[in-house]
C-alpha cells in the first residue's frame, strides 16, 4: 500500500460541505493502483489525490472531487460527464480570474 500524505502544497488539508468537514489526503500511487487521478468516498468523508501529477491537475482533480462530494451530499443525481464538465470549467475560471 502507498503511502498518504495528509498535506500537499498545492492542496487544502480539508473543505467544509453542507456541515461535513472533508479530509484532503494525497496517495502517489492511487493512479496506478485504482486507474484514476482522485477519489471521494462519501462515507469517510474523505478525497485522496494522487500527488505525482502536476500542481494544476491536482488542483483540476480536487475540483472534481468537490463536485463529486456536493453530488453526493445534495443528491444531485449528476452524470459524470456533467461532474467533469463542471470541475474542467471552475478550475479555468478560478486560474483564470484576474
Not at 472533508?22 to 496517495?27: C, K
Not at 485522496?48 to 463536485?67: G, M, W
Request: aromatic share 4%; net charge positive; charged share 25%.
Amino acid at each position: 500500500m502507498a503511502r498518504r500524505k495528509r498535506r500537499q502544497s498545492v492542496l487544502p488539508k480539508s473543505v467544509t460541505i453542507g456541515g461535513h468537514v472533508i479530509r484532503i489526503e494525497t496517495d502517489d500511487g492511487l493512479g496506478e493502483r485504482a486507474g484514476c487521478y482522485g477519489q471521494y468516498h462519501d462515507s469517510r468523508n474523505l478525497i485522496v489525490v494522487d500527488s505525482r501529477f502536476a500542481d494544476s491537475l491536482q488542483s483540476e482533480t480536487l475540483l472534481h472531487e468537490i463536485v463529486e462530494a456536493i453530488n453526493a451530499k445534495a443528491e444531485l443525481r449528476l452524470r459524470h460527464y456533467q461532474i467533469q464538465t463542471l470541475a474542467l470549467l471552475l478550475h479555468q475560471a478560478l486560474t483564470t480570474a484576474q
